[in-house]
């Protein structure tokens, strides 16, 4: 482990560490190299990553679309160690000491795996799973009173890395809000992409609420309270 730690194997997947200083047992989300779900029916990485607490947002990439390179196309200059990531990815990660995952290799298979969610869930095969999670409100309802807990989708603000945080979008009344879940609300905008959940409407049109047309009006004692406009023209007036 990458810290001074005495490790147990738990399952094919995950660590147990024990220090010798905490009598807890402390569970680690680190992906043991060697246990392909081939080999003793395990998870592969990709299940065992979408399996974590705080990445229930992401659906999984199935593994053709992966091995695809052509899907691959241009992402290996934004993500370093890519060769050894991409490895992970499709459960080939070969290290030479038999050790685990070095901590820099895992990070970029992350950045990698979330470069490659982004483009699949564009894809039918990507539409039609998070189509399943959106139906189960996986990804939660608009905090908005007038939109009467409408469904949401994940959307990011920018296509770049590390340029902002997710936010969910609701097609009611066509605004964005932060993730009610800190877990939730760190995970990369760029993982899901400004495109998806319009293409997500555009192609489950039954699916699309009517915009909105309700709006909050405030009152004083039950009158309505004057516009900017309107005390704009009373104070020209006086």
Not at 4 to 15: A, R, T
Not at 174 to 199: C, E, M, R, W
Request: aromatic share 10%.
């Amino acid at each position: 482990m990458y810290c001074n730690l005495k490790c147990l194997q738990s399952g094919p997947k995950l660590l147990r560490c024990e220090s010798s200083h905490t009598p807890a047992i402390l569970l680690m989300t680190t992906y043991v190299e060697g246990s392909s779900s081939e080999d003793d029916g395990g998870n592969s990485w990709i299940q065992w990553f979408c399996g974590l607490k705080g990445n229930e947002y992401y659906c999984e990439v199935d593994s053709d679309f992966v091995l695809d390179r052509f899907n691959l196309t241009g992402l290996g200059h934004d993500v370093p160690n890519a060769q050894q990531a991409y490895d992970l990815l499709a459960d080939d990660y070969k290290s030479d000491d038999d050790e685990d995952i070095p901590p820099q290799v895992d990070t970029s298979a992350r950045l990698l795996y979330g470069l490659i969610h982004a483009r699949f869930i564009i894809c039918p095969n990507g539409l039609h799973k998070m189509k399943r999670k959106y139906i189960s409100g996986e990804f939660g309802t608009c905090p908005r009173v007038l939109c009467n807990s409408q469904l949401l989708l994940p959307v990011g603000l920018s296509d770049v890395p590390r340029n902002g945080t997710v936010k969910l979008y609701c097609c009611h009344c066509q605004d964005v809000y932060n993730p009610k879940s800190s877990a939730h609300s760190t995970i990369d905008g760029a993982f899901f992409g400004t495109t998806f959940p319009h293409l997500f409407f555009q192609t489950y049109a039954h699916l699309r609420p009517t915009p909105s047309s309700q709006t909050y009006t405030p009152r004083i004692f039950g009158f309505k309270i004057a516009g900017s406009e309107t005390l704009a023209k009373m104070e020209c007036k006086q």
